[in-house]
């Protein structure tokens, strides 16, 4: 197998790496694993199918790297004086941003899908889903520990409820309520035990 900077002794072109992996998760945002297309990738991308299949040999494997390279942004800072409540609309916040950009909501659907590749869905939990959801039980935990909220309290489901409501809210067509980082949390916060915040 070629290195990852090489392709049969040639440098390894990363400005064709980044065209071909922008147009894969572009397509996959808008059609999902199924409708990826080797051919529509290489046209979108301005190279060729030979060049991605000597760097991807199959579609699951372009489909994983091109999630596993979308960016997941940098955890938002935590509050100078240690206050998980903020933490916790902190988080939300950083979630709001990231899920509200093109394409980021379709892959939520994409990565639902039977048909989508088990190694691309399992990269993306693992990448994006899975980071995401060790923050907020971590922040649940520290208030926890300092008597904040109920320390016998379900934090699995707390934390599905968190970002859970954000995919529920975009299925039925609502729009965005005002304030729904800080609404959110409060909400949850207090089904934890938390006083009101």
């Known amino acids: 197998m070629d290195s990852p900077a090489t392709i049969r002794g040639r440098p390894r072109s990363a400005a064709i790496d980044e065209a071909v992996l922008a147009a894969a ?34 579609k699951a494997a372009l489909a994983e790297s091109a999630m596993a390279s979308y960016p997941t942004g940098v955890p938002p800072a935590l509050a100078e004086e240690p206050d998980p409540f903020a933490d916790l609309v902190a988080e939300l916040e950083d979630f709001r941003r990231g899920v509200s950009l093109p394409g980021r909501l379709s892959l939520v659907g994409t990565m639902l899908q039977t048909t989508t590749a088990p190694d691309a869905a399992a990269r993306y939990r693992a990448r ?51 304030e729904w980082p800080r609404r959110i949390a409060g909400l949850v916060w207090r089904a934890v035990g938390g006083a009101s915040a």
């Open 25 to 58: 998760r572009r397509q996959l945002s808008d059609g999902g694993f199924a409708a990826l297309s080797i051919a529509a990738v290489a046209g979108e991308a301005g190279t060729t199918r030979p060049a991605i299949y000597r760097r991807w040999p199959t």
């Open 128 to 178: 994006v889903i899975a980071p995401r959801r060790a923050r907020l039980r971590a922040i649940l935990e520290r208030a926890a520990a300092r008597g904040l909220i109920d320390g016998e309290a379900d934090l699995d489901v707390a934390v599905t409820m968190l970002t859970g409501s954000w995919y529920a809210r975009c299925l039925a067509g609502d729009a965005e309520p005002d």
